[in-house]
């Protein structure tokens, strides 16, 4: 385990240089600067605290070489002391992402237990269900509301229940009651494609044979269901549910702009607009690290949950990577398999 963590680290690292390498060439090949947009409007964040935008390009070293600015860059990243932002010259790059970072996480993790609280039944009614109106109507759905756009769903919630209703306030950050509506709107798409998931990963489940065995044995349907299929099927879940809330816990862009809350991803987008280079470097990188550190920890959490893969990850010197067996996949509902098991539950034939 620990020779497998060192190659995860070093492999880590590696593809944080890349992403490093890839973000600043691309930003470097963005037209226009900070110097020619400082004064093209103002951010979202309002004007305190503004400099004159070529005093703050040159003073934070913007017409530099670009190699220079890229090693001082890496070399602050190293340190976590990436000096300030061109915007602000007050606020250092890693006391902005401090503050933001908190409220993006305080959105993440309400909607991903809220994802979870609604996948998870749906996509086992629908495995238990399989090829009857109630699997049929769940993949319509599922499917639809996995092609809208999460912040179509934010607008909609705005439009029910701030303009409509007026039981909820439309934007900003004041309270609990601000909450509900990003939480919702982001927990929908994620809710989607965990149910597919569930549904595939029961589906399989359903087939093996360790269900017939356990229903020969007197187990009821309800105690097989629970406590062999939905347990078992649980373990390729990590694999999904980890990158989900890497991504709700690094901002979605569009949600927080559009309700006006002071996240990660809005953060992101006022840097965007203004070309705020240390900035948008800082964030591109942490929403990397976040990710790369969530994958690891699921790596992990998967190897302790399944035996199988704990030892091929200590045992098996030859393979170059841990290998996640049985990660489902996710189905259109129809069975294509010519040989059929029937399982008694539910009526269920897989």
Do not use: C
């Not at 503004?50 to 190293?78: C, H, I, T």
């Not at 798409?189 to 597919?196: E, I």
């Not at 359903?206 to 349907?221: I, N």
């Amino acid at each position: 385990m620990l020779g497998y963590m060192a190659r995860r680290l070093v492999r880590m690292v590696l593809s944080l240089v890349a992403v490093s390498l890839i973000t600043f060439v691309l930003l470097q090949m963005v037209p226009g600067s900070f110097s020619e947009l400082s004064n093209a409007g103002s951010t979202i964040y309002g004007d305190v605290g503004m400099v004159d935008g070529g005093e703050a390009a040159v003073n934070q070293g913007d017409q530099r070489p670009a190699w220079q600015q890229y090693l001082s860059f890496m070399k602050g990243l190293v340190t976590w002391d990436m000096g300030p932002t061109y915007k602000y010259p007050q606020a250092s790059v890693e006391e902005l992402i401090g503050e933001a970072f908190p409220v993006s996480l305080t959105l993440a993790i309400p909607a991903t237990l809220l994802t979870l609280v609604i996948a998870i039944p749906i996509g086992m009614l629908a495995a238990v269900k399989k090829d009857k109106l109630a699997d049929y109507g769940s993949l319509f759905t599922l499917t639809t509301i996995q092609a809208l756009p999460g912040y179509l769903f934010a607008l909609l919630l705005v439009l029910i229940f701030s303009v409509g209703l007026n039981v909820l306030p439309v934007r900003g950050w004041k309270g609990p009651e601000y909450m509900i509506i990003p939480v919702i709107a982001l927990a929908v798409q994620p809710t989607a494609v965990l149910a597919r998931y569930v549904r595939s990963s029961m589906l399989e489940a359903l087939r093996d044979e360790y269900v017939v065995a356990a229903l020969a044995k007197g187990g009821t349907q309800r105690t097989v269901l629970i406590r062999h299929v939905l347990r078992n099927s649980m373990i390729p879940l990590v694999t999904v549910v980890g990158p989900i809330f890497a991504g709700l816990a690094t901002g979605t862009v569009f949600v927080e702009v559009l309700l006006g809350i002071p996240g990660l991803g809005r953060l992101f987008s006022s840097a965007a607009r203004q070309r705020d280079m240390p900035l948008l470097m800082g964030a591109t990188m942490f929403f990397a690290i976040i990710l790369m550190v969530m994958n690891l920890l699921v790596d992990i959490a998967y190897g302790l949950l399944d035996p199988r893969i704990r030892l091929e990850q200590s045992g098996n010197k030859g393979s170059r990577r841990a290998k996640r067996p049985g990660q489902p996949k996710v189905s259109t509902g129809m069975s294509t398999d010519s040989t059929e098991t029937v399982v008694a539950i539910g009526g269920t034939r897989v």
